[in-house]
C-alpha cells in the first residue's frame, strides 16, 4: 500500500461524519426553537440557538428585553452523523435540513461567524441572502476572524454573514480599515 493512499485513508476516518461532529441546521416547528434547544442540552447534545433581544412593549406600557431566535424556525446542532436519530426523536424538532434525505453539515466559518456576532452585542439587522460578492475577512475589533461579504449602502460598508444551507443573512455596519479582502 502507497503512502499516499494511507494518508488519504486517515483523512477521511478522522473526517467521517458518522463518527466525527460536524455542525447541521435543525428546522423546528414554529415557535419551538428554545424548547428544542432545552431538549437537546438535557440528552447532551451540543446546540447553538443564536438569539438576538429585542426590546418590547407591552400593553401596560411596560418595557422589556425579549429574545428571540436569529433565524425563526432553526438552530444548530454539533454531532456525528451516528447520533443522527437521537437529535430527530427530540419534540419538536422537524428534521436535519439537507438534500436527498442526507443532512449536509454547515461550514464551521459560518457557525463561527454567527457565534462572534452574537457574543459581540454589536447592533445588527436582517439582510436579504447573499452567496455572491467581495469575500473580507475582520482583522480587528470583536468579530476579528470572521469571514463575510463586504456591500456599500447609503456610503457605509456592511459585512453581511450567512448560512448558506438555509439562505439566511444578518449585516452589520463595519469601518473600512476593519476589514481585508480575501483572494
Known sequence: MSSSRMDLSCFHC?????TFPHWYAAYTASRQEKRVAGYLADKGVSCFLPLREVERRWKNGVKAL????????????????GEKLKVLETPGLVCLVGFGGRPLP?????????????????D?????????GQRVKVVS???????????????KFKLVL??????????????????????
Do not use: M
Not at 464551521?108 to 457565534?115: H, R
Not at 445588527?124 to 455572491?132: D, E, G, K, N
Not at 450567512?162 to 483572494?183: G, M, T
Open 66 to 81: 425579549v429574545q428571540f431566535p436569529l433565524f425563526s424556525g432553526y438552530l444548530f446542532v454539533n454531532i456525528a452523523l
Open 14 to 18: 478522522n473526517n467521517d461524519p458518522f
Open 162 to 183: 450567512s448560512v448558506d444551507l438555509i439562505k439566511r443573512s444578518v449585516a452589520l455596519e463595519v469601518a473600512a480599515d476593519q476589514v481585508e479582502l480575501l483572494p
Open 106 to 122: 454547515v461550514p464551521e466559518e459560518q457557525i463561527y461567524g454567527l457565534l462572534a456576532l452574537v457574543e459581540s452585542k454589536l
Open 141 to 155: 475589533g470583536p468579530l476579528s476572524g470572521v469571514e463575510g461579504i463586504l456591500v456599500r449602502r447609503k456610503g
Open 124 to 132: 445588527y439587522a436582517y439582510h436579504p441572502y447573499l452567496r455572491f
